[in-house]
Each structure stands twice: as C-alpha cells, then as structure tokens.
C-alpha cells in the first residue's frame, strides 16, 4: 500500500483557501494556484478564485488576508462599506498585512481602481 503523499504547498494554500470558502459561506466555481506575477490573487466574475503559487510561501496570516480578500469579492465586488466590514471580522489586523505587501492583494479593473483600496480608506 503506497504511503499518503505529502502535499505540495500549492495544495496547502488550496485547502486553506476551500477552508476559508466555507467559514465565510461563498462558493467558488473553482480555487486555482498557479504562476501569477504582480499580484497575489484574482476573483473573476465567473465565481474563478486564483491565487499566486508564490503566496504559498508566505506566512499563514498572510495568505488568510488575501485568501479572504478574493473569496469575499464573491459576495462583494467592490472594496466598500460592506466589505471592509467583514475584512475587519474575519482577519482583523488586515489593514497591517496590506502595507507588509509590496504587491496589492489584487488588481482591480481601471474602473474599480479610482475607489480602490489604497485610496478608499475612509469611505
Ligand atoms: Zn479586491
């Protein structure tokens, strides 16, 4: 009988973020890891969740404050009112981990930039 293989640190990041769909309610199509540079993680309108594979070597809190960044874009598509306020429940010190992060947690549509999350701190 073969031994259970280890998983991979994609694999990880992958349950991680499944974990999370559950704790929050969302359903994601699909969770995908793989090569995504200059961002951390993306949530298309296709209910898609991807998240870089190098976020798999960041440290866990890390990972949850973009985990949950992508999975609440689910629920909410825009960084308003509503979704801080669920940010700020379910991974509180997240205003701390985005200025740790050189690289947004995603990159938003031109559209959504202009009240994006650099600059829509006080809405
Ligand atoms: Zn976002």
Redesign the pocket.
Known sequence: MAAKSPLYPEDQLRRRAMSWAITIKVNPEQIQVRRLPGKWGSCAPDGIVTFADDLANEAEPFQDYVIV??LL?LRHRH?GKQFKALMNALVPDWRDLEKQSRRS??R?PARLRATG?ATDADD
């Open positions: 960044h992508e874009h960084h947690a995603d938003e999350w």
